[in-house]
């Protein structure tokens, strides 16, 4: 027997079926995870994303007219659970006024390498963070997940004129942190 | 082929997604037009600087954790389905502010070291409520916070206004500041001024 397809879960939810909900789950849930997990570089919070996003779905789901198709649906709820998120960290950062960016001084003694990998890897997260929320979630989702265009602009319910423009600009972005971070660097 | 035309489609190129027939419309622009194989090399860097970054795998176990908790959690909030109505929903921030008031009313009669603080998350929670369901509004989290002060003064007054106390705030913290500091909504052209000067660099928050 052939796998159900997500048209056909959703239906036998809707009619009471609850394990239909579960194979959803089981079926999405690394996706979910990952593209959370590209928004808050954090498992935790990767963790409260999923969660909140299929609780969202499980009661959203009753209601569910297939309109944009499951994954494209799923894929919205999660970029904006994530950029939620995101934003009240930033709120909450925006308050932490004496907080400055540092280099944090690791004080272990771990080779030089292994140091410097990670400083860099910190510096490309916060790269990425720093972008403007359209730019990160198109570059998120073309980088990362491989979407065509057509469908990041369903997901994002945006046009697909100036993805492009949004994708590159987030490249440039990252790289002028980089450089400008690596000039800085004591 | 226009120049920007070409910026536009080199971190596709770079990462080998575009169709035969535009790879090697661009390869061929490429081979002309220095600046532009100038900026595909810097493309071409960024993204192997981002392949180095490999995001840790989740927990051993994670994924067959997942199910059991939301479903644990879904017949949890079934019971608090209440908090979930429409009215509350849609007031909630004008609820809030009167939360903010009647929490700084009750800080002067209480101890400065009781619990009853506004923290950050009480803030954030509000903040982010505010801008639920606006797309990429997430610039204006942080000035909607801002948006009551003028703009030259932002960091100074915020700074001045809003010492941060621990993870709290206390009442003479927010004496002045009015509740639009936290509340009072942006308009679209304001929005787009401010992310303007944020994005020249003018104005840093
Ligand atoms: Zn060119």
Same mark, same amino acid.
């Given at each position: 027997m052939s796998p159900s397809s997500d048209v056909e879960l959703i239906q036998r939810f809707q009619q009471g079926e609850e394990a239909a909900f579960n194979e959803l789950v089981r079926r999405y849930q690394e996706k979910v995870y990952w593209l959370a997990r590209r928004f808050v570089n954090d498992h935790d919070n990767a963790d409260d994303i999923v969660q909140d996003v299929f609780i969202k779905a499980y009661d959203a789901l009753k209601n569910f007219r297939n309109e944009s198709g499951f994954y494209t649906w799923i894929y919205r709820i999660t970029v904006n659970a994530s950029l939620n998120a995101v934003r009240r960290e930033r709120v909450r950062n925006f308050f932490r006024i004496d907080e400055q960016f540092e280099y944090e001084? &690791?004080? &272990?003694?771990?080779?030089t390498e292994k140091v410097e990998l990670q400083e860099q890897r910190a510096l490309i997260e916060k790269a990425i963070e720093t972008l403007p929320e359209k730019q990160k979630a198109v570059f998120i989702l073309r =980088? =990362?997940?491989?979407?065509p265009y057509e469908e990041i602009a369903n997901i994002l319910k945006t046009s697909v004129g100036g993805l492009k423009a949004n994708y590159f600009h987030a490249v440039q972005k990252i790289g002028e942190y980089l450089k400008r971070a690596n000039a800085t660097r004591p | 082929m226009q120049t920007q035309h070409v910026h536009n489609l080199l971190p596709d190129f770079v990462n080998k997604t575009l169709d035969n027939a535009l790879h090697h419309e661009v390869s061929e622009h490429l081979d002309a037009c220095p600046e532009c194989r100038a900026e595909a090399e810097r493309v071409g860097e960024v993204f192997r600087s981002i392949q180095s970054l490999q995001f840790e795998q989740p927990p051993v176990g994670y994924f067959s954790n997942v199910l059991p908790r939301i479903r644990e959690r879904a017949e949890h909030d079934e019971r608090f389905?209440?908090?979930?109505?429409p009215l509350l929903v849609k007031f909630a921030a004008p609820l809030a502010a009167v939360f903010v008031l009647v929490s700084l009313a009750n800080l002067v009669s209480f101890d400065q070291s009781s619990e009853e603080y506004i923290t950050y998350d009480d803030v954030a929670d509000v903040l982010v409520r505010q801008t639920e369901g606006q797309p990429f509004a997430n610039d204006q989290v942080e000035l909607f916070a801002a948006s009551a002060l003028p703009e030259e003064t932002v960091e100074h007054q915020i700074t001045g206004l809003l010492v941060a106390n621990g993870d709290t705030f206390s009442f003479d913290d927010l004496a002045g500041t009015s509740t639009d500091l936290l509340l009072e909504n942006l308009s679209e052209q304001e929005v787009e001024a401010l992310l303007q000067r944020l994005e020249e660099g003018s104005l840093s928050l």
């Open positions: 001084d &690791t004080g &272990t003694e771990s080779p =980088y =990362y997940d491989e979407l | 389905a209440w908090l979930k109505n």
